[in-house]
């Protein structure tokens, strides 16, 4: 196989990827080249690097090298030709774009109620991402934006509108 195009995204990928983790996987690619190998099972369907194999698509890389193993050695991927600011820029990329990524909270309830995901997640974890969920929604009395929307205060300068405190 030779081609991005052969593999097949995990439709149990119980990972999201934000807006800036996906241009920063992009941008990571296209500024450092692909340095991170992904895993695929022997249908082609990425089980890790989902978020990887989008942004190459993204990038314009379209060839993939598949190296067969059963687990018993770690792959390493020798990245060269990269300056020293590129390797720190490489190494910041491959961790931040991990941290911008969210958790579907749809996705790991089904995994954990047909899968023991235990050792991955404490109660208090998936506790946390499902607060964290809920954070996010707006109140259910949340007045939606329109032309009609009352405001308090307008700034004489630029003509903002808004409510609340003004300093």
């Not at 690619?29 to 990425?46: C, F, K, M, P, T």
């Not at 090298?65 to 720190?88: C, N, P, S, Y």
Request: hydrophobic share 30%; proline share 2%.
């Amino acid at each position: 196989m030779t081609s991005i195009k052969d593999l097949k995204s995990d439709h149990k990928n119980a990972r999201k990827r934000t807006d800036r983790s996906a241009e920063l996987i992009k941008e990571s690619l296209q500024r450092y080249g692909a340095a991170r190998s992904i895993v695929i099972d022997e249908d082609n369907r990425i089980l890790a690097g989902n978020g990887t194999i989008e942004g190459a698509k993204e990038a314009g890389i379209d060839r993939i090298r598949v190296i067969e193993t059963d687990g018993d050695e770690v792959i390493a991927v020798r990245r060269t030709g990269l300056t020293e600011e590129q390797k720190i820029g490489l190494a910041l990329a491959d961790n931040r774009t991990s941290d911008l990524s969210e958790w579907d909270q749809e996705m790991l309830n089904r995994l954990g109620e047909q899968h023991d995901i235990s050792l991955f997640f404490s109660q208090d974890d998936l506790d946390g991402i499902i607060e964290t969920e809920a954070e996010q929604l707006p109140p259910e009395d949340f007045a939606e934006v329109d032309d009609d929307i009352t405001t308090e205060h307008r700034c004489p300068s630029c003509g903002y509108e808004w409510s609340g405190k003004s300093s």
